[in-house]
Structure formats: structure tokens, C-alpha cells
């Protein structure tokens, strides 16, 4: 079954420093998100991602937080200068034409940042 | 601000007993995700329900959506350890497009043998 993938599955960073986590969805999927979870939190939205713009993004996606589509099957959040408020659970998710509600989620990467 | 609220936050109960787990708001959600969620793993998605009073049934699991559209239910029959984990709801607003989700905190659920 189609799934999507996230990569690292941890990085651990220091403060101050950029980050790239990558996702790869699910392949005929035209929907891409990024949430996080904050250790015992809910889960967040950061923003969402459609034919190569973003749609919508929360107060958290500040000028800090960047996505790109830097190829046809990669998705990537950066994070160019990480704050300690950073360390948390970073999920990449995807969903098709149609039915943009049912988002199907990759297993995470945590992001530690010291 | 959309919430949803997820109660109880914590379940524990028998194997074979019965259970309902309830996710409520005040506002109105086009359609209603229902996730379960491994330690340090993603949620995975187990049924959405996007018409008023819709009941979904996924073996021992059913859903219900509210008429309102603000409200859903969990129902376990016969609970088993392997139903053990953190189940979440999650409503979207919009009724195409790009969505964003709104989650409630979850309801830890352990069975115990």
C-alpha cells in the first residue's frame, strides 16, 4: 500500500542552525501538509502546499519555516535558524484531488534542538 | 479558533467490555477524521465521515458523526489489547481545496487482559 515517508526519522540540531526535513508522498497525491507535535501536544498545522504555492499557513509558519517542492516526488520543510521551541515531532502528510480531508501521514521526524 | 475537545483523556478497561470515546465542538466541520497513533509514530488513519448522522463501522469499531456536524463518536465493541493507543479526532472546515485539520489532545485508550 502507498505510503509516505519521511526522512531523517531524528536530527538532532543546535540552536541557530538550519534544517532540512524531507517527505516523500504518496505518488498521485497533489495535496502536501506539514504538522507538528510538540512532546504531550497536539497535533498543529504549519501550512499546506498545492500545485506549487502554499494554500494556507498557521501563525506558527513564521519567516523562519520555508517549504519547497524541489522535485516531482520530494516535499521539503527548512527551518533556517532553529530555536530551542522548535524541538518537536514534524510530520509530513498528503492527500488527493477530491478528498483533501483524508490526509494520509508519514511516520515523522523528530527534531531535537539543543 | 476551532477546538475540539476529546473525552476522556484517559480509558482504561477490561478486554471484552464496551467503550465510546466522544470529540466535540462548537463549531462545524465539513467532515470528521478519526487517526490512532503509535508512540513516536504518525497518525494513522483509520475512517472520515463527512454527512450528518453518519455511522461508519470498521469491524469491532463505529463511528458516528453528529447531525449538527459538530460532535463524533468512537464506539468499541469487545475491546482487545491490540485496540491499545492513542486515538485521535480531526475536523476539517473546508469543503475543497487545501485543508487544514484541527485536532482534539487525544484519548489514551489501554485494555487490559
Known amino acids: 500500500e502507498p505510503e509516505v515517508t519521511q526522512t531523517p526519522s531524528h536530527q538532532v540540531t543546535q540552536m541557530g542552525q538550519e534544517v532540512i526535513l524531507r517527505c516523500v508522498p504518496i505518488s498521485n497525491h497533489l495535496y502536501f501538509y506539514w504538522y507538528r507535535q510538540i512532546l504531550g501536544q497536539k497535533v498543529e498545522f504549519l501550512v499546506s502546499f498545492y500545485n506549487n504555492e502554499i494554500s494556507e499557513k498557521s501563525e506558527i509558519f513564521d519567516d523562519q519555516f520555508s517549504v519547497e517542492r524541489p522535485d516531482g516526488s520530494n516535499f521539503t520543510l527548512k527551518i533556517r535558524s532553529t530555536k530551542l521551541e522548535d524541538s518537536a515531532m514534524y510530520f509530513c502528510?498528503?492527500?488527493?484531488?477530491?478528498?483533501?480531508?483524508?490526509?494520509?501521514f508519514g511516520p515523522g521526524t523528530r527534531l531535537t534542538v539543543t | 479558533t476551532q477546538l475540539l475537545e476529546q473525552s476522556p483523556q484517559f480509558l482504561s478497561i477490561q478486554e471484552g467490555e464496551n467503550l465510546t470515546v466522544y470529540c466535540n465542538s462548537s463549531?462545524?466541520?465539513?467532515?470528521l477524521q478519526w487517526y490512532r497513533q503509535e508512540p513516536g509514530e504518525g497518525p494513522v488513519l483509520l475512517v472520515t465521515v463527512v454527512t450528518g448522522g453518519e455511522v461508519k463501522k470498521l469491524k469491532r469499531l463505529t463511528f458516528q458523526f453528529g447531525d449538527a456536524r459538530k460532535d463524533s463518536s468512537l464506539h468499541i465493541t469487545a475491546a482487545q489489547p491490540g485496540d491499545t493507543g492513542l486515538y485521535l479526532c480531526a475536523g476539517a472546515r473546508a469543503i475543497q481545496g487545501a485543508q487544514k485539520l484541527v485536532f482534539g489532545q487525544g484519548t489514551r485508550l489501554t485494555i487490559n487482559p
Open positions: 502528510a498528503s492527500s488527493e484531488l477530491g478528498r483533501t480531508y483524508e490526509q494520509y
Open positions: 463549531s462545524v466541520f465539513s467532515s
